[in-house]
């Protein structure tokens, strides 16, 4: 599609309800800088700001951002500890944010090695937030889609043994009431930026139906008008689908 295009901003009919983005590419997008890789995460979370602001105008159900992996822990102690202290500015810089526009504020992962304040804070906007009726906004944070797998194996375990469930009558449907995320729409998008093209641990049984978008573009490049192409996109091959089948019917009459 030519970047020429005039996409307007506003819901569409077949727009996705739950889009999940994994941003990748600061780290590169800083070193072409000749800049620290915390400049590049810096310039993320700009990026991640705007496009939480294009996902309430155009209605957007469900976002949810992966912010950072359970195999995140095995980076640089100094860029680990720069991130966790540029996660605790941005939940506190952007509360009003959220709140303004009735953002439901929401976190996937294992908090257990996250510092403590910044559990709190991320607690905090996570009850601020709990009654907003707007974007559901979720943020994958010391996330990773095996270990959530193995902790809602573990929880339905538990269950079964005291007898409030009978795991023989388990359902895709009531698994995943196990799991992180339940609550949320189906995940009909997963965008990665950077060129990368694989799902690096990201929401593995929540994306066993998703499309699936990479761009070369890396994370701080990532525009607005590159977001609504891609929706754009994402709602035409929903019409040629169903085009196809009204094709077929007509070759098979
Ligand atoms: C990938 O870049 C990004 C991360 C590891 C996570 C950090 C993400 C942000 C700071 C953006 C948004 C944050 C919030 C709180 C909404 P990379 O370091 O893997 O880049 P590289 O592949 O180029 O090295």
Request: proline residues 3%; negative net charge.
């Amino acid at each position: 599609m030519s970047s020429s295009q005039n996409i307007y901003l506003e819901k569409t009919p077949n727009q996705p309800k739950h889009i999940g983005i994994i941003m990748d590419g600061n780290g590169r997008w800083a070193k072409l800088r000749g800049k620290r890789r915390i400049f590049g995460h810096e310039a993320g979370v700009l990026k991640a700001r705007e496009l939480v602001e294009t996902a309430v105008r155009i209605e957007l159900e469900a976002l949810t951002l992966y912010a950072f992996s359970s195999e995140n822990w095995s980076r640089p102690k100094k860029e680990i500890s720069g991130l966790m202290s540029l996660f605790e500015k941005t939940i506190e810089k952007y509360t009003s944010l959220l709140i303004d526009n009735n953002v439901r504020f929401k976190t996937a992962g294992d908090p257990s090695m996250l510092p403590k304040i910044l559990k709190r804070k991320l607690e905090q906007m996570e009850s601020i937030t709990s009654e907003n009726t707007g974007l559901k906004l979720t943020l994958a944070i010391a996330y990773g889609g095996q270990q959530d797998i193995i902790n809602g194996i573990k929880c339905l375990i538990d269950d079964h043994e005291n007898q409030v469930i009978d795991i023989n009558t388990m359902t895709v449907e009531s698994f995943e009431e196990y799991l992180s995320f339940k609550d949320l729409p189906k995940l009909d998008l997963i965008i990665r930026t950077s060129g990368e093209t694989r799902l690096s641990n990201f929401m593995l049984w929540q994306s066993a139906y998703s499309e699936i978008h990479f761009t070369e573009t890396l994370w701080p490049n990532f525009e607005e008008q590159e977001f609504l192409e891609i929706l754009q996109s994402y709602s035409q091959s929903e019409r040629r689908f169903g085009n196809i089948d009204e094709d077929i019917e007509l070759k098979e009459a």
